[in-house]
Structure formats: structure tokens, C-alpha cells
């Protein structure tokens, strides 16, 4: 073979061989063989401070950097060290192993790096080639140095909020809940745990104090009174915000969904069953504006495609159907309920545009009249929502919280939930979630060009 020296950045090994060799499973690695050095301090029992002898050798065995695609691993013996006088017995240090692995330093950095720099569990063991479970402990260690204090409590917060939000999702098992409280300015999440009951906002409460939490101006959450009540409890100059993406989610869940269902078991009920069928297709045409509608109208027309054809994959393509309005207007007859969820949808839009409570206020209740009048049982359970929370609604043209931060961590959960095959270990998944609402985009990352006068 054809050798190139490198500095191998590891203390005391010198390399005597190196052998190209297949690994169980397949792939390429350098057998590099060497000698370890016995430092003088080795020998000295760490017990009674007299001189140990060498007892016998062990062969070891560390994981070392890979070269291209190409693994590594050194080989060498260690000697294990007996005391005559108080028969202590210990293996010879290895300076450039990293703790509790048998992995080298530099391999276990280059394992924290790549994770560190967002790739999957997966793809860092491939490349490494290390395993999962091994990977996953570097992992963790990695984010518990980064995010707690002794593995035990989470850090606090890095800087002072002004604007919070909290939320709820739900856990791999579909029962269980965590909640998530995030900074709405730097998106980061500040609090992550189990339940959704004001315990959990109690325990936030306690972690960062009453001084920091009296820098915060407001908070954005669900229509979930847990929350607000804790709050509200501990800390009643924190104005409780609730976010237009909220509400619109109520308003589509608990009006829209519902009357769509109710009016479909009515057409059933009545034997119109061609009727009900339309109607179950109608999700889509119902939470669309009718702009985008009549756009999608014009772009049928025009020809657009709603799925490209493909040479290679000998596939037609497929052109879009016109009639999107059409069968609006159809399913708006059906039932004059579904134009007052129109009409309910266009006013919230509206009424969160403002920028004054007095108007906003103003068009709130517009709204609400237009639900009372239904005499709808749906649009009555609106009515009462907005009622209740009818404070921390208009509070919204004081506090323009935009939702977008929320929104966007619970597709971070999601997205790391998919990565992970749903970690089944929540401390570990907590933290991920944790670190990457922390990930920050380097737009421009330096140049690695070696300077020319070298
Ligand atoms: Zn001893």
C-alpha cells in the first residue's frame, strides 16, 4: 500500500501497521495497529501510592475516524496493573478515549458536530458507522451539556421575553399530552413537558421566577382555561392573548366540521344520498376562499395541470377541472348555514386586522350577533367561546402576537417525530424538539480555501 502521513491528533499511540479490512458488515476500514505508551504515573496505585506491577494484557479495540468512506479502527494491547501491597487492580488510561465509549476523542467529536449540525440519527451513524443506539447516547449527552444543568432542570431562559406562547401536543401514544412555552420574538422554546394542566405552567412559573416573568408583557395561547387561570393566578399583569390561528382551528374543528356533518346525517336521514356524497367532498371547497376558488376557476380554463405528465415514467398528464365555483354555490344552497360560516370566516379575518381593541371589540361582537341569530347549536358554542374569552381576544389589537412561531414548532414536533420513528424515550425527543427551535441558518458559511501564501 501507498502510505500519506497525517498527525493523528492521539497521545500516546504510535502506529506500527496499518491494514485495509472488511468489517461484519461489509464495509472498508483501516485496521490501524500500534503501540500504546506507558506513562510513569501508570504504574502509581491510586490507593496507597505504591508502585503496581503489570498484571497482563488486553487487546483493544476503539472506533476511530473514518477516512472518505473508508472506517477506522486502532488496535492495541493495554496492560492491567496489580498492587502487592493492597491488591488494587486497574487497566492502563487511555488518553485519547472518549468516556464511556470505545470510540476515539476525535470520533466522538466528529459525532457531536454532525449531530449538531441537524442531520438525522441515522445518516450520522452511516456515515460514522457507528450504531444507533451508540449515536443516540452521544446524541443525548450532547443535548443535555447544551440544555440542562446536570442532565436534571432545564436551562434558563437566554434572554428576557416580552411575548410568550404556550401550547399543547400530543405524545407518540395519542393519549398522553406535552406542552411546549416558547419566546414569540426568537421562536426558541423556553419550557417543554409532560401534561397540560396548570401544573405544568406552575412548574414554568418556578423555573424562571416571578422577577423574569415581570418582564413579560403578554401571552398567547388556546382557548384552553387551564392556562389562563394559572397565569392569571401567579402572574395577573400578563395579558392572556388568543391567537387568530387558534380560533380560526375552533371555529373550523368545532362550527364548520360539525354543521357539514350534521347537514350530511340530515341529507342521509332523508334518502338524498347523492346529495350527502357532495357534500362529504366539500371539506376542501368549504375552508377555501372564494378567491381561491375562482382562481383555481380561471387556471382550470386556462389550462393548467394538476399533475405534470412524465416521459420517463410513461405518465399522462392530468388537467384540472373547472367548476370549483359551481359546486360551491351548489353546496351553499344546500344549507344557508354554510354561507354564515363564510360570512363568520371573512368578519374573524377582518376583526384581527385591527389595530385598535375599541374597533376590533366592535367587530367581535357584529359577529357574535350574526352566530346568536342562527339559533344553531354550533354557532351558539362559538357565541359562548367568544364571550368567555372575549378579553383576551380583542387584547389581540394591542399585542399583535402573530401565531406563525407556534404553527411552526408544532411542525418541528411533527417533522422530529417522523425522524425519529417516534422516540419512544420522551427525555430525548423533549430535547431534540428543544434544540431545534434553536437552530439558526447560516446564509453565507465562510470560504475553507486554504490561504495561498502557506
Ligand atoms: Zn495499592
Known amino acids: 500500500m501507498d502510505y500519506i502521513k497525517l498527525p493523528s491528533k492521539l497521545k500516546g499511540f504510535s502506529n506500527t501497521q496499518t491494514d485495509l479490512v472488511k468489517t461484519l458488515s461489509g464495509r472498508d476500514s483501516y485496521l490501524i495497529r500500534g503501540d500504546l505508551k506507558q506513562e510513569e504515573t501508570d504504574c502509581i496505585c491510586p490507593l496507597c501510592a505504591g508502585k503496581m506491577h503489570v498484571h497482563n494484557t488486553f487487546e483493544a479495540n476503539l472506533n476511530h475516524l473514518c477516512f472518505g468512506s473508508t472506517l477506522s479502527c486502532l488496535k492495541f494491547s493495554k496492560l492491567r496493573y496489580f498492587c502487592p501491597s493492597c491488591r488494587h487492580t486497574q487497566m492502563q488510561k487511555v488518553p485519547f478515549q472518549a468516556l464511556g465509549h470505545r470510540m476515539t476523542l476525535p470520533l466522538w467529536q466528529y459525532t457531536r458536530d454532525l449531530l449538531a449540525s441537524g442531520m438525522t440519527n441515522k445518516v450520522v451513524g452511516s456515515i460514522t458507522g457507528l450504531g444507533k443506539n451508540t449515536v443516540k447516547d452521544i446524541d443525548m449527552q450532547r443535548l443535555k451539556d447544551k440544555y440542562t444543568i446536570d442532565g436534571n432542570k432545564l436551562i434558563q431562559p437566554e434572554r428576557q421575553a416580552k411575548y410568550l406562547g404556550i401550547d399543547e401536543f400530543k405524545l407518540h401514544d395519542g393519549n398522553k399530552y406535552a406542552v411546549v412555552i416558547i419566546d414569540m420574538e426568537t421562536g426558541h422554546i423556553l419550557w417543554i413537558a409532560h401534561g397540560k394542566k396548570k401544573a405544568t405552567v406552575f412548574a414554568f412559573i418556578e423555573h424562571v421566577g416571578l422577577d423574569w416573568l415581570d418582564g413579560v408583557e403578554a401571552i398567547a395561547c ?152 342562527t339559533k344553531n347549536e354550533h354557532f351558539r358554542k362559538f357565541y359562548r367561546m367568544l364571550d368567555n374569552h372575549f378579553e383576551g381576544i380583542i387584547a389581540h389589537a394591542t399585542y399583535r402576537i402573530s401565531a406563525g412561531k407556534i404553527e411552526g414548532i408544532n411542525n418541528r414536533i411533527k417533522t422530529i417525530r417522523r425522524q425519529g420513528y417516534g422516540y419512544p424515550d420522551d427525555d430525548y425527543f423533549f430535547l431534540k424538539v428543544f434544540d431545534s427551535s434553536r437552530k439558526t441558518y447560516v446564509r453565507n458559511p465562510g470560504s475553507n480555501k486554504i490561504p495561498q501564501n502557506l
Open 222 to 373: 388556546d382557548m384552553n382555561s387551564d392556562f389562563e387561570e394559572a397565569f392569571e393566578t401567579m402572574c395577573p399583569h400578563i395579558q392572556v392573548v388568543y391567537d387568530y390561528f387558534h380560533i380560526v382551528k375552533y371555529f373550523h374543528d368545532k362550527v364548520a366540521g360539525e354543521v357539514r356533518k350534521d347537514e350530511q346525517r340530515r341529507l342521509v336521514a332523508e334518502g338524498d344520498i347523492k346529495a350527502a356524497e357532495s357534500l362529504k367532498k366539500s371539506k376542501y371547497i368549504l375552508n377555501s376562499s372564494f378567491e381561491t376558488l375562482q382562481r383555481k376557476d380561471e387556471e382550470a380554463k386556462g389550462g393548467k395541470l394538476h399533475a405534470k405528465g412524465s416521459l420517463l415514467f410513461n405518465k399522462e398528464p392530468v388537467p384540472m377541472k373547472p367548476g370549483y365555483v359551481d359546486r360551491y354555490e351548489k353546496i351553499i344552497d344546500l344549507n344557508k348555514l354554510f354561507f354564515t360560516i363564510d360570512l363568520i370566516k371573512e368578519k374573524l379575518a377582518e376583526a384581527y386586522r385591527a389595530t385598535d381593541e375599541v374597533e376590533m371589540a366592535k367587530m367581535i361582537e357584529e359577529l357574535m350577533d350574526i352566530c346568536k341569530m
